[in-house]
C-alpha cells in the first residue's frame, strides 16, 4: 500500500489537487512539525547535535519527493493552475527546510 502510495504521486496518477493540497501542504507540513518539534525537544534535552539535526532534516527526501511530484503531476495535467502550484510547492520545499 505504502509502494502504491509513492508510485501513484510519481507517476502522476494522483489528481494534482490531492497531491498539492492534502499530501503537500496539510500532511506534509504537519508531518514537518512534528519531525521539528522532536527535534526541539531532543535539544531541549541536551542530547548530541547530531541527532537533533538528523531528527530535523530526517523528512527532507519526503520533501524533495512532494515537490518533484507535484511538479511532474502539473507538468502533465497543465491548465492554469499548474504554474502556480509548482510555485507553491517549490516555496512549500524552501520553507521546509529553512525552518
Request: proline fraction near 4%.
Amino acid at each position: 500500500m505504502l509502494a502504491g502510495f509513492f508510485r501513484s504521486r510519481w507517476q502522476g496518477q494522483a489528481p494534482l489537487d490531492r497531491l498539492f493540497w492534502r499530501d503537500m501542504l496539510f500532511a506534509g507540513t504537519a508531518i514537518n512539525i512534528a519531525s521539528s518539534a522532536l527535534a526541539l525537544v531532543l535539544l531541549g534535552l541536551k542530547l548530541p547535535l547530531w541527532l537533533v539535526l538528523a531528527a530535523h532534516f530526517l523528512l527532507v527526501p519526503y520533501n524533495i519527493f512532494l515537490t518533484l511530484a507535484v511538479w511532474r503531476t502539473a507538468e502533465r495535467t497543465g491548465g492554469a493552475k499548474a504554474p502556480l502550484m509548482m510555485l507553491g510547492s517549490a516555496l512549500w520545499l524552501i520553507a521546509t527546510v529553512v525552518l
